[in-house]
């Protein structure tokens, strides 16, 4: 950083020669002068770096220390700017790029969006492209209130979004909404059926009435506890009275999974030969322009990698053009036979993801898993006995 600001305000290099040129260097120092970057080049010659107003103020005190002291080298801004002060062609063109730069620095030319997860960000771009926000956008006009209510208008995935402009660079922050879950009020009447079918284990009923019993088999959305509650007369099955309310329990039942899936014993993978290909182009405001120069075949079969590249100049000025650079690389197709017992364990480890979805926080009882070749291909069939909760609330219909 230091050499940096020095080239700024530029310095020259003196070579200082004499019997004692240290005195000379001590009567600078204490007059206030800088100098750095010191070599002894031998015990009468030393070469240091000092500032321009410096050195036209060490005559005397060479003079005073009966030493000598020879402009070496200039280097600095303000020397190039001499150097070039009648060069009106390279000034008009230096004015040009700046002006240029600047002009470009207000359009925005590259989009960013973070903060996504389920909506892609190329929907965002594209709904965005749609409204008129896209590449090659005049930086000051750009409306985040107009631009955030239309979006969210668009994409009912988002709660949130705004765009920040930085440059030619816009970053486009969005927060997509948390669906609520469906809360049922305390106050409304609601009964308890079977989320499926089951054998019953226990029923802990905190509020209704009880239909099932322990042992008994319920289906699919069968009634549970009721929150139609009857009062009957003491000793008969009289009733005297009811009332509707918010059915609370606990319903725990045995329950049996059958999954099955499938995987072939031969497959198709990929050879490598070893062959690859590159080919470039450049997209200028939304135009591509090949730049290979010979002519390209792709191959049969490969695989592409794609990366593009924004061009840019310094302070974070994005120019309107994207380097893409396309990489083929060449496979034969060749078949595999993967063993029996490797299959096993990927279709296990996938028969123990799709359990896992469907018990939820229940817990397994009993498991039996059933392996079987057919033709090219193993079967799998994962029979497992369970034990979860069972209930659900819905609302009381006739309530």
């Given at each position: 950083?230091?050499?940096?600001?020095?080239?700024?305000?530029?310095?020259?290099?003196?070579?200082?020669?004499?019997?004692?040129?240290?005195?000379f260097?001590?009567?600078?120092?204490?007059?206030?002068?800088?100098?750095?970057?010191?070599?002894?080049?031998?015990?009468t010659?030393?070469?240091?770096?000092?500032r321009?107003?410096?050195?036209?103020?060490?005559?005397?005190?060479?003079?005073?220390?009966?030493?000598?002291?020879?402009?070496?080298?200039?280097?600095?801004?303000?020397?190039?700017?001499?150097?070039?002060?009648?060069?009106?062609?390279?000034?008009?063109?230096?004015?040009?790029?700046?002006?240029?730069?600047?002009?470009?620095?207000?359009?925005?030319?590259?989009?960013?969006?973070?903060?996504?997860?389920?909506?892609?960000?190329?929907?965002?771009?594209?709904?965005?492209?749609?409204?008129?926000?896209?590449?090659?956008?005049?930086?000051?006009?750009?409306?985040?209130?107009?631009?955030?209510?239309?979006?969210?208008?668009?994409?009912?995935?988002?709660?949130?979004?705004?765009?920040?402009?930085?440059?030619?660079h816009?970053?486009?922050?969005?927060?997509?909404?948390?669906?609520?879950?469906?809360?049922?009020?305390?106050?409304?009447?609601?009964?308890?059926?079977?989320?499926?079918?089951?054998?019953?284990?226990?029923?802990?009923?905190?509020?209704?009435?009880?239909?099932v019993?322990?042992?008994?088999?319920?289906?699919?959305?069968?009634?549970?506890v009721?929150?139609?509650?009857?009062?009957?007369?003491?000793?008969?099955?009289?009733?005297?009275?009811?009332?509707?309310?918010?059915?609370?329990?606990?319903?725990?039942?045995?329950?049996?999974?059958?999954?099955?899936?499938?995987?072939?014993?031969?497959?198709?993978?990929?050879?490598?030969?070893?062959?690859?290909?590159?080919?470039?182009?450049?997209?200028?405001?939304?135009?591509?322009?090949?730049?290979?120069?010979?002519?390209?075949?792709?191959?049969?079969?490969?695989?592409?990698?794609?990366?593009?590249t924004?061009?840019?100049?310094?302070?974070?000025?994005?120019?309107?053009?994207?380097?893409?650079?396309?990489?083929?690389?060449?496979?034969?197709?060749?078949?595999?036979?993967?063993?029996?017992?490797?299959?096993?364990?990927?279709?296990?480890?996938?028969?123990?993801?799709?359990?896992?979805?469907?018990?939820g926080?229940?817990?397994?009882?009993?498991?039996?898993?059933?392996?079987?070749?057919?033709?090219?291909?193993?079967?799998?069939?994962?029979?497992?006995?369970?034990?979860?909760?069972?209930?659900?609330?819905?609302?009381?219909?006739?309530?």
């Open positions: 950083m230091l050499s940096i600001v020095n080239y700024f305000r530029g310095s020259v290099e003196v070579k200082i020669t004499g019997t004692f040129p240290e005195r260097l001590n009567v600078c120092a204490s007059n206030g002068i800088e100098f750095w970057d010191l070599k002894r080049m031998d015990c010659c030393h070469r240091a770096r000092m321009p107003s410096g050195y036209r103020k060490v005559a005397p005190f060479a003079e005073k220390t009966l030493c000598q002291v020879e402009l070496v080298k200039k280097q600095g801004v303000p020397f190039l700017l001499w150097r070039i002060r009648k060069r009106y062609a390279l000034i008009l063109g230096f004015i040009c790029t700046v002006a240029a730069l600047y002009g470009l620095s207000l359009f925005v030319w590259e989009y960013e969006v973070v903060g996504n997860e389920l909506v892609s960000a190329d929907q965002i771009l594209r709904q965005l492209a749609e409204i008129g926000v896209k590449p090659g956008l005049y930086g000051p006009s750009i409306d985040i209130a107009t631009i955030k209510n239309e979006m969210l208008l668009r994409i009912g995935e988002l709660s949130w979004l705004t765009v920040n402009r930085n440059g030619s816009a970053t486009v922050e969005v927060r997509e909404r948390i669906p609520k879950p469906e809360i049922i009020p305390a106050d409304v009447p609601c009964d308890i059926v079977a989320a499926k079918d089951g054998i019953i284990l226990r029923v802990d009923a905190k509020a209704g009435e009880t239909k019993k322990a042992g008994e088999t319920v289906t699919k959305g069968q009634l549970i009721s929150g139609a509650v009857s009062y009957t007369e003491m000793g008969s099955d009289l009733e005297i009275g009811s009332e509707f309310v918010h059915a609370q329990a606990d319903v725990y039942a045995r329950t049996w999974y059958d999954l099955q899936a499938i995987t072939p014993l031969r497959y198709t993978g990929k050879a490598y030969t070893g062959r690859e290909k590159t080919r470039r182009a450049l997209v200028v405001a939304g135009q591509r322009m090949n730049i290979s120069i010979l002519d390209f075949s792709i191959y049969e079969n490969c695989d592409k990698l794609v990366k593009t924004s061009l840019k100049l310094p302070f974070n000025v994005t120019l309107p053009i994207t380097l893409v650079t396309e990489h083929y690389v060449e496979y034969e197709p060749v078949e595999y036979l993967l063993s029996v017992n490797a299959a096993a364990h990927m279709l296990k480890t996938a028969l123990g993801r799709q359990l896992g979805e469907r018990l926080e229940g817990e397994v009882v009993d498991a039996n898993l059933r392996a079987e070749q057919q033709d090219h291909a193993l079967l799998a069939v994962l029979a497992v006995e369970c034990k979860e909760q069972i209930a659900v609330t819905v609302p009381l219909d006739n309530a």
